[in-house]
């Protein structure tokens, strides 16, 4: 969808000084418990079967403005009225303004004042990409004219748009994507409450993630989720402030509140001052890290003010575990612990990965075998003679093969809150995917079309795909665009027999065990699904928008199901003692 700006509702936009300056008017406590009203209402919106655009409309007619009418039949149609990412920046402004120094004759803030906030940010974020398109109706002239511009593109600078377009997308949709509590809940149950893979043999970091949380950060990880779970619980229903003795007397530790207090929150003063450091590194419009580290503002020294939902349930129970343990650990070196439990995270992830493929061949009529990466060197080995560099796992389906590999790679911060530059994403994906992975695959696919092992057919057709976290590489059009001309040199041997490699979120690879569990079916194979996606004519599209086209649910493989209630009756044992 478009986004709303001013213009559609007739009104001027405000610059970043007008609005902090807008912004001293009203309350402090009024104004950010009323943005983590509305931002939870969106929030539990885009994750349950309830509607993003009906909640906006809802706003609309609650703001009883006189230019509400013109954006009714925008909103959730063809355009977004809240973006979250240009609620990230009201929060941020809102914070920035400061509660010093504010005229004493404040007031509350009203839904009316919020949504003409969000959509003057929303035009500045329009404009900084396009002028364009921060204005309603643009001048057919202009557009005619930037268009032929666009379409005089030499064969060079079309590479560079689709690389400056990857890189836009992929920020834009991890600023923008919605986590299900009960999806990442279940992922971190798989992840951090196992035992660590065999492979893993320090002593340092505990007999599983869990247990690793627990030494680097002096307090049991299910202590620090029971106050997570309290928290959540609350938030759903539309409180967002609790006293430190409010949390204990319904169920938390007190060292666990103490841990959050030091490690999730910030005082205003202190919130202001990593907002101040943010804004001198460069654009705001992505910076959210200092958010998703310190979900709660400190009101008071024993009061907890929640912000967001999704930073609150990702804090607790989502990705930011992984960074609060590894940093725990103390200095980055060689031989160091916070360096064995990274590589052991890593190998952690490639068993998942491995565990939902086997899952999906299991259902499967197509597929005959899962292989790993010890079974292809083994194979290897014999006839070479040398241990050969190969991906971590093949399907095998007649001729179709896919070879896949499995890396835990993270966009680094810069990139991931758009401060890096196409450079800086063409070294990291150059290094992290092209010279590692790409050839990792294709010379996997070289030795299966040499030798046909594991029941490979004659004339194999190899379907690659890179396996990365929730957080890592998107698989939108731009990226896939971006990979066939990356992957050229590194698969021209296999001209004819190979598609492009694709980035794989663990969440996506997860919907398609869901598809291969509830919709496999005499005439319907995963693997015809699979293999489709990357065969797509003329332009490729993500993986939700494939499911969209091909009609099929976003199904959730029961396995997850049963892994959040496993976790969950893990922190209800723990919150009852």
Not at 76 to 94: K, N
Not at 494 to 508: E, F
Request: charged share 25%; aromatic share 8%; glycine share 4%.
């Amino acid at each position: 969808m478009s986004t709303v700006i001013s213009d559609h509702a007739g009104l001027t936009a405000m610059n970043h000084v007008d609005r902090i300056e807008y912004l001293k008017q009203f309350d402090s406590s009024s104004l950010l418990r009323t943005l983590a009203t509305v931002q939870s209402r969106l929030d539990v919106a885009s994750t349950t079967d309830q509607s993003e655009g009906r909640v906006e409309r809802n706003l609309l007619s609650e703001s009883h403005a006189t230019w509400a009418g013109r954006l009714m039949t925008k909103v959730g149609s063809t355009h977004r009225l809240i973006p979250p990412r240009s609620m990230t920046q009201l929060f941020r402004e809102a914070l920035e303004r400061g509660s010093s120094n504010v005229d004493s004759a404040v007031r509350d803030i009203e839904v009316a004042n919020i949504l003409e906030l969000v959509m003057s940010i929303s035009t500045e974020h329009a404009g900084a990409v396009n002028p364009l398109d921060a204005v309603a109706n643009p001048d057919p002239a202009q557009i005619r004219a930037q268009m032929a511009a666009v379409q005089a593109y030499t064969p060079e600078e079309n590479v560079a748009a689709v690389r400056r377009e990857a890189l836009e997308e992929t920020v834009n949709l991890q600023s923008n994507e919605p986590l299900k509590l009960e999806l990442i809940k279940a992922s971190t149950y798989d992840l951090w409450f196992r035992p660590w893979p065999d492979r893993v043999t320090d002593t340092r970091i505990g007999t599983t993630p869990a247990e690793a949380f627990e030494i680097a950060n002096h307090v049991p990880l299910l202590d620090v989720m029971v106050v997570g779970q309290i928290i959540t619980e609350a938030m759903i229903v539309g409180r967002f402030d609790w006293t430190r003795e409010q949390l204990i007397q319904a169920g938390a530790t007190a060292d666990a509140v103490q841990f959050v207090i030091d490690n999730m929150a910030y005082a205003a003063a202190r919130f202001e001052q990593r907002l101040r450091r943010d804004r001198a590194n460069g654009p705001v419009a992505d910076q959210r890290y200092v958010f998703t580290e310190r979900p709660f503002l400190l009101p008071e020294p024993d009061t907890l003010l929640g912000l967001r939902y999704q930073w609150v349930i990702d804090r607790f129970f989502g990705s930011q575990l992984y960074w609060q343990t590894f940093f725990a650990f103390g200095a980055v070196e060689p031989g160091s612990t916070a360096e064995a439990f990274s590589q052991a995270i890593n190998y952690a992830f490639e068993r998942v990965a491995g565990d939902v493929l086997e899952r999906i061949a299991s259902y499967s009529s197509k597929i005959t075998r899962l292989v790993s990466e010890t079974e292809m060197q083994a194979e290897w080995t014999q006839s070479r003679g040398h241990t050969p560099s190969v991906c971590d796992f093949m399907l095998v389906a007649g001729r179709a093969c896919f070879v896949i590999d499995a890396t835990n790679h993270h966009l680094s911060a810069n990139l991931a809150q758009g401060l890096g530059d196409v450079d800086t994403f063409n070294a990291d994906i150059e290094a992290s995917f092209v010279a590692t992975k790409f050839k990792q695959i294709a010379s996997t696919a070289k030795r299966v079309r040499e030798t046909l092992p594991f029941g490979i057919e004659d004339n194999p057709v190899f379907y690659p795909y890179v396996v990365v976290p929730n957080n890592g590489l998107s698989n939108t059009t731009a990226v896939q665009l971006d990979w066939m001309t990356r992957s050229r040199p590194s698969f021209e041997e296999l001209r004819g027999s190979t598609r492009t490699p694709v980035p794989l979120q663990i969440g996506d690879l997860a919907l398609f065990e869901g598809i291969a569990e509830h919709f496999s079916r005499p005439d319907r194979d995963i693997a015809d699904l699979l293999g489709g996606w990357t065969s797509q004519q003329p332009l490729p599209v993500s993986v939700r928008e494939l499911l969209h086209q091909a009609g099929i649910p976003a199904a959730i493989p029961q396995r997850m199901i049963d892994d959040q209630k496993a976790l969950d009756r893990l922190i209800l044992n723990r919150r009852r003692r």
